[in-house]
């Protein structure tokens, strides 16, 4: 049974920093494309950033470009976000998710597994 288990948000003021973690077990990811995703309260899910499980290729939205920085632990099945200049608008829960197959998609749909969130909460 594939788990991705999220871990590391929490309350931070403007302008500081977090790293998100992403823990995935029960199958091999060596052929899979792991996504960060937000909700914000009332918003659609939006499209983070991603990577290929090769740490060779990335994408970004373009509200976190510049500032957040996805990254991968092959030895410890691990997928980071690095997440500075942290603004209130970055607020949201956060969720990782794996898919099956190495594009880089930026639509939540086209992912198969989703952890159960972390929530990221920034202070003005």
């Known amino acids: 049974q594939v788990q991705l288990v999220e871990s590391g948000g929490g309350l931070v003021q403007a302008g500081g920093s977090l790293r998100l973690s992403c823990a995935a077990s029960?199958?091999?990811?060596?052929?899979?494309?792991m996504g960060w995703f937000r909700q914000a309260p009332g918003k659609e899910r939006d499209f983070v950033a991603a990577i290929n499980w090769s740490g060779a290729s990335t994408s970004y939205g373009d509200s976190v470009k510049g500032r957040f920085t996805i990254s991968i632990d092959n030895a410890k099945n691990t997928v980071y976000l690095q997440m500075n200049s942290l603004k209130p608008e970055d607020t949201a829960v956060y969720y990782c998710?794996?898919?099956?197959?190495?594009?880089?998609?930026?639509?939540?749909?086209?992912?198969?597994?989703w952890g159960q969130g972390t929530q990221v909460t920034v202070s003005s």
């Open positions: 998710a794996a898919r099956l197959g190495t594009v880089l998609h930026r639509h939540p749909s086209l992912y198969n597994y």
């Open positions: 029960g199958r091999t990811f060596s052929s899979d494309a």
